[in-house]
């Protein structure tokens, strides 16, 4: 398995290695549908370990909370072998286990998550813990400065940021090095190349990409006719309608053109993709099949010659993309 180094400490050395892809944990049992038998969540986490995968993504609202106690399980007897990633940010009741309105980064909110977190995880540490969305009530000073403590406590080794903005970054930083920056980027959503991408390859700071194959968009697999379970969060998302879906199969028809010249699939491509434009990105993708799992680790094997790369890059700026990538509720968290 390809490594990739995430960051660094602040004094110049190694931040954080993880596998070049890692795995995107959210769907075994939020979001996409019913929640994984438990059986067949630790099979696919153990099918992925197997094959090289060391870098796994979760967060306590995944579920909430279910999803960190299937890797705690599943995950335990490699722990030392692993690195875990995973989130705080949204405002969840502890005692119900459920989610309530609005974002929670108060210092005190953060430290009983993590407290929380590692027996769910069932873990002494977190390799990566990430501010899940910035909440404008709390100063992201306060924030970075109780992750600083946790990592000093041995609680916490690295901290990172989702979806922030590149000033709210920089603030960040100042006050506690930041390892890496987990926001949406892909093929189809190449927002982050214009600000966010140069002020992480300035302050030395890694890039997860979560959503890399556009939440499944980017397999070929979903058309205009695809319907989704009813508890699946595409059926709310506006470039998931079906008249969006429609419109943006042209992106999907380019990408399978570009896909059968390098004899490889469309997901492939667009995970090569990521892992050929820094080399400090580290896409997610997230998956419930094994065979999925084995099609997107190809992506590995796959490489761009330069002028194969602006090509691409010239190609696919050149289809517009039909409907935004949240609905407005959760679009107004992100870029902040």
Known sequence: MQKRILGKDGLGSVGLEVSALGLGCMGLSFAYGPALEKKDGIALLHGAIDRGVTFFDTAEVYGPLTNEELLGEALAPVRHKIQIATKFGFNIDYKTGQRLDGLNSRPEHIK???????????????????QHRVDENVPIEDVAGTVKDLIKEGKVKHFGLSEAGAKTIRRAHAVQPVTALQSEYSLWFRDLETE???????????????????????????????????????????????????????FVDWLGGVAAKKKATPAQIALAWLLAKKPFIAPIPGTTKIHRL????????????PDELREIDAQSAKITVTGERYTPQMQKYVGR
């Open 196 to 250: 966010i991408i140069p002020t992480l390859e300035e302050l030395g700071i890694g890039l997860v990409p979560y959503s890399p194959l556009g939440r499944g968009f980017l397999t070929g697999k979903i058309d205009a006719n695809t319907t989704f379970d009813k508890s699946d969060f595409r059926n709310t998302v506006p470039r998931f309608s079906p008249e969006a879906r429609q419109a943006n199969q042209a």
């Open 112 to 130: 009983a998550m993590v407290n929380a977190s590692l027996k769910r995880l069932s873990t002494d540490w977190i390799d990566l813990l990430y």
């Open 294 to 305: 084995e099609e997107n680790l190809g992506a590995l094997n796959i490489t761009f010659t």
